[in-house]
C-alpha cells in the first residue's frame, strides 16, 4: 500500500462585522486568506505568527481561535509529491494605522463581504465562507 504524504496548513480567517480579509496572490493571481505551511517543528501557533507577520508586515494577532474548518486541496500536488491539507483558524488582527499593509508575495488586501469573497476567491476562500455561514466547525 502506497503512504500518500500531506503538507500541513494553516490559514487566518479574519473578519470585520460581515466582512473577510482576502489578499491576492501577486503572481499567481488569486485571492486566498492569509497563512502557508507549517514549517520544521513549528506549532500552529507559531506557523500563524510567521505568516501573518510576513504577509500583513502591520498586524499584530490579538487573538487565535478555533478552527473554524479543515479540508484537503483538491488537485494540488506540491514539490514533494504530496497534497495538501489545510487547517483554517478564526483569527483576531489589530493593524497599525488605517491601512492593510501587504508583502511583496500579495498585490492586493481587501475587506470582502462574503458574497464578493465567494464569488473571486479560490477554493480554500470559498470553503472558508462555507463553514463561516455555517457557524464554524
Do not use: Y
Amino acid at each position: 500500500m502506497a503512504i500518500t504524504l500531506f503538507n500541513v496548513g494553516v490559514k487566518a480567517a479574519v473578519v470585520r462585522g460581515e466582512k473577510l480579509l482576502i489578499v491576492k496572490h501577486a503572481t499567481k493571481n488569486f485571492w486566498d486568506v492569509p497563512g502557508g505551511r507549517i514549517d520544521d517543528n513549528e506549532s500552529i501557533t507559531q506557523t500563524l505568527t510567521r505568516e501573518i507577520a510576513e504577509e500583513l508586515p502591520n498586524a499584530t494577532i490579538v487573538g487565535i481561535g478555533n478552527v473554524i474548518c479543515d479540508f484537503r486541496v483538491p488537485d494540488v500536488t506540491l514539490d514533494n509529491g504530496g497534497g495538501l491539507l489545510l487547517l483554517v483558524h478564526a483569527v483576531e488582527l489589530s493593524f497599525d494605522g488605517d491601512d492593510i499593509a501587504i508583502s511583496s508575495e500579495h498585490s492586493e488586501a481587501k475587506w470582502a463581504t462574503f458574497d464578493e469573497a465567494d464569488e473571486i476567491g479560490s477554493h480554500i476562500v470559498k470553503e472558508t465562507i462555507k463553514a463561516l455561514r455555517a457557524g464554524g466547525k
